[in-house]
């Protein structure tokens, strides 16, 4: 009972075209992976661009540079935060268990 002989044509078909899709598979998985890099680099490039364009404009945005309306609207706004700030609450939560049916149920300590 030889199923599986050396001498049979079709089991070296079989090796061959098994060979044949796993590196059919490997190349098109480095295809696949020369797209990504090639989408991420692109990708990276425009990002550059906009973060060179950022620093520009934060660079461009001093404070000599600045109206008076917008110097009035800091100091605004940073005198409200500080007065806020002094009166602020002490965030203190108070739960008073109210008993109900549903909640008996869950919790029957109340």
Not at 27 to 46: N, Q, Y
Not at 50 to 76: G, L, M
Request: charged share 20%.
């Amino acid at each position: 009972m030889h199923l599986l002989s050396i001498t049979d044509p079709q089991i070296w078909l079989l090796a061959g075209i098994s060979i044949l899709v796993v590196f059919s598979i490997l190349l098109i998985l480095v295809l696949i992976l020369g797209i990504f890099t090639a989408a991420a680099k692109k990708t990276s490039a425009k990002a550059k661009a906009v973060k060179t364009t950022i620093e520009t404009n934060r660079e461009a945005k001093t404070f000599e540079k600045a109206s008076e309306e917008d110097k009035a609207a800091v100091a605004t706004a940073l005198f409200l935060y500080f007065q806020e700030k002094n009166n602020r609450e002490s965030r203190v939560l108070t739960i008073v268990p109210y008993p109900s049916a549903w909640g008996a149920q869950l919790n029957p300590r109340l």
